[in-house]
């Protein structure tokens, strides 16, 4: 149901393979939002079983990859920092509508095509990356979030009128597409 509207151009990857180990601290950064996010939405929403266990479980998910890069950090002799603010996703979250349905959805939606960046950013990581430990880890990365992003529609549909999820989808990837094109090239997953 997610189809991005602008693809990540090659500059972009570039920037990452240029500072590799900034890439990296930004990446496990990302894992450990994700993890929070979906431990929010669990909390936020206690009497919709579906979507607390689907929450659950993408929360454990997400620290097993944030795991993952941290030892990947570790093991290239760096050390974690403390998080960044994310423009990106700070920005997008400005469009979040109130009223809680709206928002409901909207925090559905997001979390969809946040995902469908991700999916995209680190296949674009994966194909660049030589044979070996690093390039699976990305490919299977990539395959994760792909996943991600079906969940958060999967649940769009099951809690609102699938035209209403598509039209709002189309608002959010139009959107996406605005703020993902205007930023700098620079070794980070947003």
Excluded: C
Excluded at 2 to 30: C, G, S, Y
Excluded at 132 to 146: A, N, V
């Amino acid at each position: 149901m997610i189809k991005l509207l602008f693809q990540t151009p090659p500059e972009w990857t570039t920037a990452v393979l240029e500072n590799f180990d900034l890439f990296l601290l930004d990446h496990a950064a990302a894992e450990k939002k994700a993890a929070g996010m979906a431990i929010s939405m669990a909390s936020h929403y206690p009497d919709r079983p579906e979507l607390v266990e689907a929450m659950a479980d993408l929360a454990v998910e997400e620290m097993s990859h944030y795991r993952e890069v941290v030892k990947i950090i570790h093991s290239r002799g760096g050390f974690t920092a403390a998080d960044e603010r994310d423009a990106y996703v700070n920005t997008l979250r400005k469009a979040l509508r109130k009223g809680s349905d709206a928002y409901f959805l909207d925090r559905l939606l997001l979390g969809g095509v946040i995902e469908a960046r991700g999916a995209e950013r680190f296949g674009l990581i994966a194909d660049v990356l030589e044979s070996g430990p690093l390039k699976r880890f990305y490919q299977s990365i990539s395959r994760s979030e792909e996943r991600h992003l079906t969940l958060f529609t999967d649940l769009a549909v099951k809690y609102f009128p699938p035209d209403t999820v598509r039209e709002r989808l189309q608002d959010w990837l139009t959107l996406e597409a605005e703020v993902i094109a205007a930023q700098a090239h620079r070794p980070a997953l947003h």
